[in-house]
T-cell receptor, first 114, second 112 residues
Framework: AQSVSQHNHHVILSEAASLELGCNYS??????LFWYVQYPGQHLQLLLK??????LVKGIKGFEAEFIKSKFSFNLRKPSVQWSDTAEYFC????????????FGAGTRLAVHP | DGGITQSPKYLFRKEGQNVTLSCEQN?????MYWYRQDPGQGLRLIYY???????QKGDIAEGYSVSREKKESFPLTVTSAQKNPTAFYLC???????????FGPGTRLTVL
């Protein structure tokens, strides 16, 4: 069965620090990869996604993620975080032919201090 | 204004009672999903539906039931058979053939 592992459950950073959140998945075939974000009191929303092509994907609000097939990883990065990035971040994976089902990681709660 | 609505935002029920959570979308999406979110466990799929009058069990369907009589609506019933129903419930939808899902604001259910 597919699974998604997010290495950090809680991350605390100061503003302007760089961010990298780890995500690994277990599935040997072609996958689609997603990062979703849940800001306090708001809907879960799509941050970025990878389906094919350039493994470096750029999303909203300055976030990017790199797909490394050999490592089964899809880490999320941002060069300089802001207080407004405080949120919970979820990595998700789906496999073509899987009826568009998403498998989510446990989430990483990010707190950015001014 | 297109989107997904869930009601109510907060719901309290007594043990032994069934309760139904509403999910409506006006995005003209064929597929709809129900997830349960618990702290430290991410989102787990309860049920999903690809088309009207058809739905499939997800990973944690026991104690839940759904219906899909209309394209816009996918209500979830939490039955008394669900052993640990207190959680945050999220509804989502997507276009047929795509994996990108759009989420509603959620319903927080508390069993007293």
């Amino acid at each position: 069965a597919q699974s998604v592992s997010q290495h950090n459950h809680h991350v605390i950073l100061s503003e302007a620090a760089s961010l990298e959140l780890g995500c690994n998945y277990s599935y040997g075939g072609t996958v689609n990869l997603f990062w979703y974000v849940q800001y306090p009191g708001q809907h879960l929303q799509l941050l970025l996604k990878y389906f094919s092509g350039d493994p470096l994907v750029k999303g909203i609000k300055g976030f990017e993620a790199e797909f490394i097939k050999s490592k089964f990883s899809f880490n999320l990065r941002k060069p300089s975080v802001q207080w407004s990035d405080t949120a919970e971040y979820f990595c998700a994976v789906s496999a073509p032919g899987g009826y568009n089902k998403l498998i989510f990681g446990a989430g990483t709660r990010l707190a950015v201090h001014p | 204004d297109g989107g997904i609505t869930q009601s109510p935002k907060y719901l309290f029920r007594k043990e032994g009672q069934n309760v139904t959570l509403s999910c409506e979308q006006n995005l003209n999406h064929d597929a709809m999903y129900w997830y349960r979110q618990d702290p430290g466990q991410g989102l787990r799929l309860i049920y999903y539906s690809q088309i009207v009058n058809d739905f499939q069990k997800g990973d944690i369907a026991e104690g839940y039931s759904v219906s899909r009589e209309k394209k816009e609506s996918f209500p979830l019933t939490v039955t008394s058979a669900q052993k640990n129903p207190t959680a945050f419930y999220l509804c989502a939808s997507s276009m047929t053939g795509t994996d990108t899902q759009y989420f509603g604001p959620g319903t927080r259910l508390t069993v007293l």
